[in-house]
């Protein structure tokens, strides 16, 4: 862990040690307690702290408190997407004047939102390389739930040290339901604990998660020296080997043994309704659907019988005529021996739109939550001119549907099987509507890229872990050389880059700028000292944590950390100690979300996918942030000891 500067050898003049400046906003600069409140004793309980007295906060500052909350209750309702809440937060700010427009451009320059940028595409690199496809194939071969929970916690974990979260929640995902199908367990008891464990990665390492990088750069901001790449590994690791323990242990136990999960597990995929349409050369001319004998023969089942527009009344008796359309359901492997030995064509591939032949995938794809595509059919959804693609099949479960694809009104979780131009499988894959749960005939991937790969993202660890370069010049000449070196297409890099947390990282940064500059980080510290009163800084770290905690769950991880760091930082000076603690504090609080389901992107992907109720987060999460914070009160003063600060 790199050596951190005694309080003797810091410089007087960094904004934690100075003298308070007043702004003209009635505020303070960023970070600083104003001197003359430092320098008071405080009474009626408050022993050596400063208490508020007769402070009242500027039209800013409760303007300032407006936009937040607004901005909290979007977050949360999840009406609007995150990127768009931050940017009308935003725009409220620059309109009441609490930020210039030079402020509110600043976050889209700053050095967290450029390395978060650089970050996401050094871990497309590893997922589009196929470097992940050794552990995914080693994983699959499990047959026990409990050894499949624990063996995908302890190859999560690590890689979520280096890798963005969601990639590695998105990659495992369909292993884990597959195994889950042949063990005949429900995912629901294995998709929580994986979800968790690529958050405990995420925070050990500066580069695991953006709300670390974020934490750092406010951090410097706020005069303290940078964190190093490994600084946070000590705490992270001992919280990650605790935090699967007790999953393995209790919080397995915590969720029900059977779960009706909304998405649907491999099994019941297999079950897919499609369109056949009878050939001049099909076996079934001038027969009828009971004379075929479908389903013993075949493992096939007809449903409808369609004829142009018409649905025929008695469709097992109707004699098959030439362009007739069979409604079938079956196990897609089944439906296309069936077709093959009958002389059948996929209605709807008739109509595909390439006339070349350029090689396609045949990919099972889900309606994701809250998708956009919701209620709309799927000629109204784009899909097909975006991505060259076509619905052959669709699943619905719990239901067996009796429609033409062209009038079925899609649903969350309704599985498509599609046949997509190779080419246009990237853009599938970073579409937000859907979560892809499977691929055949995939483009080769070579092992040379992979190792590439490997051996680019940890040349980027040790350059910026031994402070070789930046973290973001390493993180920028990273991507440049996977993409030099061919892990990702050309257009990868932009076509699969995470733009809304870009976007929300830029828009939220100058809220922290308006906190400081309206004087509500400084009113909001002195209450906090009142509530804290003589009990000391450990007592200031908790409050920290559970506030940063309870945040997280409300709106998120990153404006999480803009809120809060500011005011640890200020906390600390209040008490005359080190800042950092508090900062790592934020930190781990923002990083480790639980409770909720929207409190972290991974966790509100397993939701769905696992058919969880809101309640099995708050049951399984809480316990655990509450072991967290008690295993982070012992272990973070021991890190990072609350040095006395000369005033």
Known sequence: MPERPRSSDRDASTPWTAAAQQ???????????????????????????????????????????????????????????????????????????????????????????????????????????????????????????????????????????????????????????????????????????????????????????????????????????????????????????????????????????????DMPVEAEIGKYVTELEVTEQSSLLGKSIADASLGERYGVYPLELLRGERRMWSPRSQQIARGDVLLVRGDWDKIEEFRRQAGLRNAPESHYAHADDRPRVLAEIMVAPASPLEGRRFGETGIGWRYDAVALAIH??????????????????????????????TNVRNDESFIVLSERENAPRTPRKALYAVAIMAAVIVASGLRWLPIPIAAICGATAMALAGCFGRKDVYEGMDWKIIILLGAILPLGVAIEKSGLSNAVVHMGMAVVGSHGPLAALLMIYLLTALLTELMGHNPSVVLMVGIAASVAQAMHVDPRPFVVAVAFAAATSFATPVGYPTNTMVYYAGGYRFTDFMKVGIPLILLFCALSMWLIPHFWPFQAVAH
């Open 23 to 261: 702004t003209p906003g009635g505020g303070l600069l960023p970070g600083i307690i104003d001197a003359p409140y430092l320098a008071t004793t405080a009474t009626r309980g408050c022993h050596r702290l400063p208490c508020p007295r007769g402070r009242r906060m500027t039209w800013q500052a409760w303007a300032t408190v407006a936009v937040i909350v607004a901005a909290m209750a979007l977050f949360a309702s999840e009406k609007l997407r995150i990127d768009l809440v931050a940017l009308m937060a935003l725009a409220a700010l620059v309109i009441l004047g609490i930020v210039s427009p030079a402020e509110a451009l600043s976050g889209f320059s700053n050095e967290a939102t450029v390395t978060v940028a650089a970050m996401f595409a050094l871990s497309m690199g590893i997922e589009r390389s196929g470097a992940l496809e050794p552990l995914s194939r080693l994983l699959v071969k499990i047959r026990r739930p409990w050894l499949l929970t624990l063996a995908m916690m302890l190859a999560i974990a690590p890689l979520g040290a280096f890798i963005k979260n969601i990639a590695l929640v998105a990659t495992f995902l369909p292993l884990a339901l597959k195994v889950c199908q042949r063990t005949g367990t429900a995912p629901g008891r294995v998709l929580m604990p994986m979800a968790f464990a690529a958050q405990m990665g995420g925070v050990c390492t500066l580069i695991g998660t953006s709300s670390n990088l974020l934490a750092d750069t406010l951090a410097q901001k706020h005069g303290l020296q940078p964190f190093g790449v490994f600084e946070f590994t000590s705490l992270g690791a001992v919280l990650a080997v605790v935090g699967m323990a007790y999953l393995m242990l209790i919080g397995r136990w915590l969720l029900p043994r059977h779960i009706d999960t």
């Open 396 to 425: 619905r479960r719990g239901q067996v549907l009796r429609e033409k694809l062209s009038d079925v009104s899609l649903a969350v979780g309704d599985v498509l099987l599609v046949l997509v131009a190779e080419e246009a499988m």
